[in-house]
């Protein structure tokens, strides 16, 4: 069974953008990809979803190539809020599954 | 807004004991699902409801864990003989289930075994 990976951790500064990428080779062929957003003690938060190509909303962007076996979130300018752990959450090929990523420790400086 | 709330918030309990939590999802929501997060890892699938329907189950749920969802609303899981390894944090969270699986998680209930 393949695992969603995903880098240990990222540092960066306020105001800088931030890109975090998910690898998911055995992802199932219709399920869309999904990013969430945890705080210590709390559920995982919904950022942004997608199902091939780029998808924008107000807070970040999904870029997702032809393969779908991979999927970069980007934060742009972040700030000292963004700090938190970032997971991909995929379709698991021939299951009914939703695996989360190993996720991203994100910690933003001043 | 009433999103997904999970009772209890934490529980504290003696090895060995039966505990149950419980769920309840957004009223529309015909998916439910059950994750375990250990302190430091990503959440783990448990099991998955379609309505009433459990659909899904992980293999790392043995047979001491069970999970009903009776009318389709709210649900519950339950640990029996709980062990020390059983202390995570039990994440529930709901989807419309057409299509595009935007969960929306509950706070989640924190199970510290003594």
């Known amino acids: 069974l393949a695992k969603t990976t995903q880098p240990i951790s990222m540092d960066s500064y306020e105001g800088q953008e931030v890109n975090i990428t998910c690898s998911h080779n055995?992802?199932?062929?219709?399920?869309?990809i999904t990013w969430y957003q945890q705080f210590p003690s709390q559920g995982p938060r919904f950022i942004i979803q997608g199902y091939k190509t780029k998808v924008t909303n107000e807070v970040a962007s999904l870029f997702i190539p032809a393969d779908r076996k991979s999927s970069t979130l980007s934060l742009p300018r972040v700030s000292l809020s963004d700090t938190a752990v970032y997971y991909c959450?995929?379709?698991?090929?021939?299951?009914?599954?939703?695996?989360f990523g190993t996720g991203t420790r994100l910690q933003v400086f001043p | 807004d009433t999103g997904v709330s999970q009772d209890p918030r934490h529980k504290i309990t003696k090895r060995g004991q039966n505990v149950t939590f419980r769920c309840d999802p957004i009223s529309e929501h015909n998916r439910l699902y059950w994750y375990r997060q250990t302190l430091g890892q990503g959440p783990e699938f448990l099991t998955y409801f379609q309505n009433e329907a459990q659909l899904e189950k992980s293999r790392l749920l043995s047979d001491r864990f069970s999970a009903e969802r009776p009318k389709g609303s709210f649900s519950t899981l339950e640990i029996q003989r709980t062990e020390q390894g059983d202390s995570a944090m039990y994440l529930c969270?709901?989807?419309?289930?057409?299509?595009?699986?935007?969960?929306?998680f509950g706070s989640g209930t924190q199970l510290s075994v003594l």
């Open positions: 969270a709901s989807s419309l289930g057409q299509g595009e699986e935007k969960l929306f």
């Open positions: 959450l995929v379709g698991e090929d021939n299951t009914d599954k939703l695996i």
């Open positions: 055995n992802i199932a062929t219709n399920d869309y």
